[in-house]
């Protein structure tokens, strides 16, 4: 269990923008951030940053000020669109004020503005858990869209890649075939993007809920192999014996789009994989109807 312990610091925005003099918006976003039991990233000296990223755009950092208060308040921003991610960026003294410092940077918390801040007066206030880098806690929240249940997870070369999962555990839950890639978290970005391919489709199974993803070495080059996951979360009958392998240099599928190609002698879902010292991958486990109680080499 996670105890959240509300700092007394708030962060009430006083935000205005203006074009050639003429105020068009004057809202008050406040944020206010909680942090873990015993966690003391707002000690006096450090530099807190607000950040700001609207959908399908880059993340913006402004300097906000040091800690060692109680109140901070900043003025002439833009409005805020619906979906957009508000964070707090806490860091050490001595990186570019306006930029995400990853060898400074101590705590970070955000949180969705959900309605958008525009015109007339609004006033929001924003709940944002703000743990240490290195301690436990969410570190961002997946807008609607990514939100699913059992997808596989495996990292590129400085990527982290998710494929399939679905929204719930019922029937008629079907799974996804998306692909999300979130990259360039070096530079603060948390959110993922959606390639533009999907997982293959095998016999009638379009759509995967826990399917299993492992890197793999092919050739010498670094790649990921997804094998498995069921169409439908609700029914454990419907599982696939796909497999492919996605090259996350390239954001191709390699091998595993045609219909008669090699596939998984059983099929699966909710199983495991994990990669020998030979270089093979050993799958094992999972669920198709029963318990599948099969090992299998790649």
């Known amino acids: 269990m996670?105890?959240?312990t509300p700092l007394h610091f708030l962060l009430p925005l006083f935000l205005l923008w203006g074009c050639g003099g003429e105020t068009f918006?004057?809202?008050n976003l406040k944020l206010v951030p909680h942090q873990l039991q015993g966690q003391e990233p707002f000690m006096d000296g450090r530099v807190i940053k607000l950040m700001i990223q609207e959908p399908d755009s880059?993340?913006?950092?402004?300097?906000i000020g040091?800690?060692?208060g109680v109140e901070l308040e900043m003025g002439e921003l833009p409005p805020i669109s619906p979906g957009s991610v508000v964070g707090i960026l806490v860091e050490e003294q001595g990186g570019d004020a306006n930029a995400f410092n990853i060898d400074l940077a101590v705590a970070w918390g955000s949180n969705i503005v959900d309605g958008g801040l525009?015109?007339?007066g609004?006033?929001?206030t924003i709940d944002i858990l703000v743990p240490e880098l290195n301690k436990l806690g969410d570190m961002d929240r997946l807008p609607e869209g990514q939100r699913v249940l059992r997808p596989a997870a495996a990292m590129g070369q400085d990527d982290v890649y998710l494929f399939g999962g679905s929204k719930g555990l019922r029937a008629g839950d079907f799974g996804s075939s998306k692909i999300l890639k979130m990259s360039e978290m070096d530079a603060g970005n948390f959110m993922f993007d959606r390639l533009d391919i999907d997982?293959?489709?095998y016999d009638a199974v379009d759509g995967f809920y826990g399917p299993a993803a492992v890197n793999i070495d092919v050739d010498g080059e670094p790649h990921i192999l997804v094998t498995g996951g069921r169409m439908d979360a609700g029914n454990t009958g419907q599982a696939s014996n796909g497999a492919f392998l996605l090259n996350p240099a390239t954001d191709e599928i390699i091998w595993g789009t045609k219909p008669n190609h090699s596939r998984m002698n059983s099929a699966r879902s909710e199983h495991r994989m994990l990669v020998m010292n030979n270089g093979k991958a050993l799958i094992y486990?999972?669920?198709?109807?029963?318990?599948?109680?099969s090992f299998e080499i790649f």
């Open 2 to 4: 996670r105890a959240r």
């Open 25 to 27: 918006s004057d809202y």
């Open 58 to 63: 880059e993340p913006e950092f402004i300097f």
């Open 66 to 68: 040091n800690t060692g």
């Open 118 to 120: 525009a015109l007339g």
């Open 122 to 124: 609004e006033e929001l």
């Open 199 to 201: 997982m293959p489709t």
């Open 285 to 293: 486990g999972g669920l198709d109807a029963s318990l599948n109680s």
